[in-house]
Each structure stands twice: as C-alpha cells, then as structure tokens.
C-alpha cells in the first residue's frame, strides 16, 4: 500500500514515523519546502514512551513526486482540511481512501465534499503528542486510534489499515459508529482544549484548581446538552467523568490547542468550542461558557505580537 501522511506537525510526524516500520511505501507530504527538506533529509527524531528512536521517510513539498496512492491519512490542522485535500487531488486514484483523525466537527464534510463520500474514513486517536520542532516529536502517550467508515460498513481498505496499522504498535480498533465517535472526541476537546491555552496548564492540572474544574465542567455540560439535541449517542455514559478522566490519562500532555498558541500558531477553536457555539445559537441553547472560551482563544490568538 501506499500510504501519504499529510501534514508534518505533531501528529503527522508521529503517525509518518510508526509506520515506515511497516512494509508499506511511506511518503509524507508538507507543503513548506524547507521543513519538507529538512524532515527528508534528517528523517523524524522520537522521543518518549515509545523509546528515543529515528525513522527515515520519504517527504516532499511536490505532489507529483508521489503518483497514485492508496491511501491518504490528513494530519494537518481542520482550517487547513480543504486546501490539504485540494493539493493531493492528483494523487487521488479510483479506489484511495482518505483519513481523517483530526480534532474538532467538519472534517469529514469538508472531504467528502471535495473527494466524495465513498473515499473518507474516519475515526480519532488518543495518541498524545508534542511537536518540538520540525522533524522532533515527544511522544507523550500511547492511546488507541478507532477508524471507521462513514456508512458504518467495513471495506477490505478498513481491515487492512487497522492491521498496518497495528503491526507498526500503533493499536488500532474499527468502529460501525464514526459519529458517535468523532462527537464523543469533540465533547473531549471542548472540556480540555481552549482551557488548556488559556491558562497554559498541562491536561492534568486542569482539574486540580476550583476554577478550571468548574469552567470545564460548564463547558462539557453545554456541549453534553447540544449532542443530546441532536440525538448523537455518546460512546461514555458520563461526559464530565470521561473529560476528567482523560485529563489523568494524558496529564503532563500540553493540548494541542496550548501548543499552538505557545507557538503563536492559529487554533483549532472554530471547529472545537466555536462548533458549540454556532449549534447553541441555531438551536436556541444558551453556552455562554463554550462562548467565553471562543472569545478569549480568538482574543489570544488576535493579539500575538502585542501580548507581554
Ligand atoms: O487535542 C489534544 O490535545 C488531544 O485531543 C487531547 C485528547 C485533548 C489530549 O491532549
């Protein structure tokens, strides 16, 4: 198979790196060329709970170094989904699959939209890990990854990627029920992300303090309340114990949304609390947590360069 990671950050590097330890052809894709020559030349540093190793992958900025693939695995931020999916159209054959694991609601129609619904899978991953910078990652924890089709089915591509997958330690189950899933992963998000950036604490501190605790529990109980409207099944029972439980599991990660406003970065906030705030607004429920977490991301990431 030939496989494409777009998209060097954090879990682009992480997923590129495992699986060169496959027998698959690996590329990676980046459209910066000098992080692009870097990573191709240098190869991907890991370190972490996996060990401290390197791994050499192919990596190019030029798509048309690639030819047809089988399938590609979008690693890049969800405001970026479209323009990734339009560059690797030309590699995009009859029967390639695309796949997302990204944060936040809106990936999958942005895909779909572009490559056809017939070519998404989908799915989330708790893998925690930090971008040092380009080509150097710390892995900081080892979560399982779900993948899915959207119709619930589950093609030979599914299985065959769940065991590559697999094989290289990346562990790896199927679901039928991506949505429940991929808003489960939201509600997640919503709870720990923008919280995280405001207040610059790793996952685990955030329910340490009585504020952060009562700010996260608000702004999972709104999202809790819009899912339950919109009659999506969540895969836990209690929303709040699963967020605090996920704070533990991955406590000295810095969530993704901390690292990029620590590297003055733009966010993943319109598709995470901004989601929750557009649907609150629609539906006539009040999230004024959701929407005081989107003003201040928003603020923070506006003022990059006039902040102390
Ligand atoms: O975006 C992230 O950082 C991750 O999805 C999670 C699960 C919040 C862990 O840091």
Redesign the pocket.
Known sequence: MKIVVVGSGAMGSLFAAFLTKSKEEIWLLDKNKENAAKINASGISVEGVSGSWQAKVKTTAGIEDIGKADLALICVKAFNTKSAVEQIKPILGQNTKILTLQ?GIGNVEIISEIAGEDKVIAGVT?Q?VTLIETGKIRHAGNGETIIGSIDGKTPVELRQIREIFNKVGLETKMSRDIKSLIWSKLI??VG??ALAAVTRLP?GRLTEYEGTKRILRDAVTEAARIVKRKRVKLVFDDPLAKVEA?CEG?SD?L???LQDVLRKKRTEIDFINGVIVRLGQEMGISVPTNKLLLDLVKTIESSYGHSV
Do not use: H, P, Y
Request: proline content about 0%; overall charge neutral.
């Open positions: 944060n708790s925690g997640i998000n720990i992300n996952n996920v991955t990660n969530s993704s949304m």
